[in-house]
């Protein structure tokens, strides 16, 4: 792994030896109403959503605001991206006004009125919004999502059952995945591989018959698109992934889950991860994947992709104590900032230093470290040492149920 650092060097963080068609803006069939000229002296629909978001940020009258924008709202001079914005602010009008139902309804309808549109004007405002309303944070959690070709693993085998062929002998497959890691379901196990399970179990009995399978996965990064995918839920394979690094379900979708959200906390709570499975009368299941970390998830979809039969009775599973690598490299490298500043005050005195300094350390269950060393392996870097510690004494990483014991070696090397 080599990060090119400022001018004249480089920083290479060895493997650590810790085991580590465009939408349009109307909603669907339904015309957008035509732009009108503004009557004389009388504000425009623009200028008008633009005033009521000032009052509210300058927290003025919430209740004239929330007329204002109604009015707005409703103009007939309205385009459906006015429309769209002035719910936004309608949303923030009603928040204002004490009715956090209202908020959050607005924004809930706005986005299923856009279920048929990946981007629109403003899908990002919309899925914050709600985001904010419901956790308190508009921010997404990072999630690593690489596309991938699966293989077939023994749970997408069991998933098959459920998706027979019509009579035209054709498999209709629809995956709707909420959260996770699509390079773990994908590239390693295949979880959700139905397509290449029928596909499989055809040629045992076939080999040369041609299988028709339409198989269509939609993967949205957190919770929010439960909203836009309301339509799609009732007839499709449906997989929630849930962490408490910021990849809760908000408790107002309970009934799309296999378990209440507050149970599901308190199970992760105890420090295992979780696997569960809702059965549905004509219509595949549900599925749920929780981890107390993000980067446990792996360890609890790959114990679900080996099982031969759906977890409809909630299973825990064991996952990792200590912090994972991948856990351990993140908040190393997000560091090589502090430590690039090391390495050019060694630089200025001997332009052709280089070597590695090991990073031996241990991390609490809270997340601090102790017992820090850093040892430089090239004299040339001795003066380095300190100048490394004290950079990596800041280091915070997630809480954990065990100590982790962790060396880590970085190259430094002229550029």
Sequence with gaps: ??????????????ASTFVLGCAGEGTEGTEAPAIQAAPAGEASVALRIERVA???????DPKQALDEIVTALTHPAATATEQDEATLVQSRALEANGDMEGAISAVEALLANHAGD????????????????????????????TPAVPPVSIFAAELAKYFPADAGGRYRVRVLVFGGDRQVSGD?????????????????????????????????????GIVRARAELASSLVVYY??????????????????????IKARLAKGKGLVAAK??????????????????????????A???????????????????????????????????????????????????????FKVDPDGHVASLKATAESAALRSMETCM?????????PAATKETSVVYPVLYTPG
């Excluded at 792994?1 to 060895?14: H, I, P, Q, T």
């Excluded at 000032?54 to 003025?60: C, H, K, M, S, T």
């Excluded at 139905?194 to 040629?203: P, Y």
């Excluded at 849930?242 to 149970?263: F, H, Q, V």
Aim: hydrophobic fraction near 35%.
């Design 1 to 14: 792994m080599n990060s090119k650092l400022g001018r004249g060097f480089a920083l290479v963080s060895l």
């Design 54 to 60: 000032r009052a509210l940020d300058r927290g003025e």
């Design 118 to 145: 990946r981007e629109w004007s403003f899908s990002s405002e919309a899925e914050k919004r709600l985001r904010k309303l419901l956790t308190g944070s508009e921010d997404t959690p990072k999630r690593r999502l």
């Design 188 to 224: 390693r196990i295949g979880t959700f591989n139905v397509d290449g399970a029928l596909r499989a179990e055809k040629e045992k009995t076939c080999p040369t018959c041609e299988v028709n399978v339409q198989s269509t996965t939609n993967r949205e990064t957190s919770w929010v």
């Design 242 to 263: 849930y962490d408490l690094e910021g990849g809760e379900i908000p408790a107002r979708y309970d009934a799309a889950l296999p378990l209440p959200s507050a149970e």
């Design 279 to 304: 059965k549905r009368e004509g219509a595949p299941p549900v599925i749920l994947i929780a981890a107390p970390r993000f980067a446990q998830l792996d360890n609890v979809e790959t114990t679900l």
């Design 306 to 360: 080996g099982m031969d039969e759906l977890p409809l009775e909630a299973t825990s599973v064991d996952v990792p104590e200590s912090l994972e690598a991948e856990e351990i490299q993140a908040v190393v490298r997000s560091h090589f900032g502090a430590f690039r500043g090391c390495y050019e005050a060694v630089l200025q005195t001997n332009p052709a230093a280089s070597g590695r300094i090991l990073l031996d």
């Design 389 to 397: 510690r004290d950079a990596a004494q800041s280091f915070v990483f």
